[in-house]
């Protein structure tokens, strides 16, 4: 089972984003979206 922390908000094309303490935003994406691009 996944470990998915409560404080991120995703998309449906798996991206997720956290507001950080300081007011700016972080933005990734998930495990999935990494394995399925590949190496960069």
């Given at each position: 089972m996944s470990n998915v922390p409560a404080d991120l908000r995703y998309t449906r094309s798996h991206e997720w984003?956290?507001?950080?303490q300081d007011?700016?935003?972080?933005?990734?994406?998930t495990d999935h979206a990494q394995h399925s691009l590949g190496d960069m």
């Open positions: 984003v956290r507001a950080l007011g700016t935003i972080e933005i990734g994406i």
